[in-house]
């Protein structure tokens, strides 16, 4: 990802040098002139900002998800330990009525 980050700088760094005259920037009501490199550097450093907010918040909505279903699994795995548990005590219980029945059969 990173060796992608740097050739696509190097392409927009040409891109920039290479088209270096002044070009006139119109925004609603606000009009300029600035230098073709600037628009295009400035314009690349915009997206890119806004690509990593956009990345930062996704992210943050995952490893909310992520905390989500941790706290699941946890419940879970308390549930299935005290099933676990009390599954082996009614095995204990049946084994100690029939051991028992077995030692009165036997009187």
């Known amino acids: 990802m990173l060796i992608l ?3 696509f700088l190097l392409l ?3 891109f920039a040098v290479q088209n270096a ?17 600037l ?4 314009s690349a ?3 890119v900002i806004v690509g990593v907010l956009w990345s930062w918040l996704r992210g943050m909505q995952t490893r909310g998800r992520i905390r989500e279903l941790e706290r699941q699994l946890e419940a ?5 330990a005290t099933l676990e548990r009390a599954m082996n005590e009614l095995m ?4 100690k009525s029939e ?4 030692a009165r059969g036997q009187l």
Do not use: C, Y
């Open 76 to 80: 879970a795995r308390e549930k299935n």
């Open 92 to 95: 204990n219980h049946r084994a």
């Open 12 to 14: 927009i760094v040409i």
């Open 39 to 42: 628009v295009v550097l400035g």
């Open 21 to 37: 005259q002044i070009v006139p920037i119109t925004f609603m009501a606000w009009s300029l002139d600035l230098n073709l490199a």
């Open 99 to 102: 051991s028992e029945g077995e």
């Open 45 to 47: 450093s915009i997206g």
């Open 5 to 7: 980050a740097v050739i």
